[in-house]
């Protein structure tokens, strides 16, 4: 596929998929001026659901290369479409050395690339710690790192359940409804310096702050 055509593929896609979520999820977005609009991007968000790469991508105003686990792709349907949309193969066991190598070359090539650091959806909701397998990209990351923070996608759809539960406009708000909140770049050069548990530590802290603005963000209850 052509760049020019994989762009309106990606599109179409985004077009379809922000309609959907605002109307079945009350979907609400701030911060989307923080990302720069051109040059290499490290996104880092929280992993809530199946839901998080499509929530990003309608986040960030950016064309986005995605980290997907190998077993993705073994399903040729599914393979062709997450292909279609930019996706970056890695190992099942985290980001190996294939997966840093192709993310490394992405930001080269000045895209923007998400990351999910803590290398599972969540259990409880909560932002848990980021995986050390990490540190290896951000230590040899130039780009501007921005963070994310996604509230309600595990309300929504949990790793338990097998379907989603909607939080549309029309009804009354529920804990369902999904937000995102996206904060301002990080240079990587604040973190020359710093050790392994303290460079995740202070990234992890910046992910959580955006994962608590979501939750004030979020369609709430009258009184809430």
């Known amino acids: 596929m052509s760049p020019w055509l994989a762009r309106r593929w990606y599109d179409v896609v985004f077009w379809t998929c922000f309609l959907l979520f ?14 720069p609009r051109r040059g290499p991007v490290l996104v880092l968000s929280n992993h809530q659901s199946f839901m998080d790469p499509v929530l990003n991508g309608l986040s960030v105003p950016r064309y986005l290369a995605y980290l997907a686990r190998e077993t993705l792709f073994k399903n040729k349907y599914f393979k062709a479409l997450i292909e279609s949309l930019d996706a970056i193969p890695i190992d099942h066991k985290g980001l190996g050395k294939d997966g840093l190598q192709a993310t490394l070359d992405a930001l080269k090539r000045g895209k923007a690339v998400i990351v999910y ?12 710690p980021f995986k050390a397998g990490i540190s290896l990209l951000l230590k040899k990351v130039e ?13 929504a759809w949990p790793r338990h359940r097998k379907f989603p539960r909607f939080a549309p406009l029309f009804a009354p708000p529920s804990d369902a409804s999904i937000a995102v909140s996206i904060g301002k770049p990080i240079d990587p050069a604040t973190l020359v310096g710093l050790s392994r548990e303290e460079m995740l530590q202070r990234l992890a802290e910046a992910v959580d702050r955006e994962f608590q603005k979501a939750q004030k963000l979020k369609r709430q209850k009258r009184g809430s």
């Open 22 to 35: 605002g109307f079945f999820f009350s979907l609400r977005v701030r911060g989307r001026r923080n990302v």
């Open 117 to 128: 650091p803590e290398g599972e959806r969540t259990h409880d909701g909560a932002v848990a």
């Open 143 to 155: 780009a501007p790192i921005v963070p994310i923070g996604i509230a309600g996608a595990f309300e």
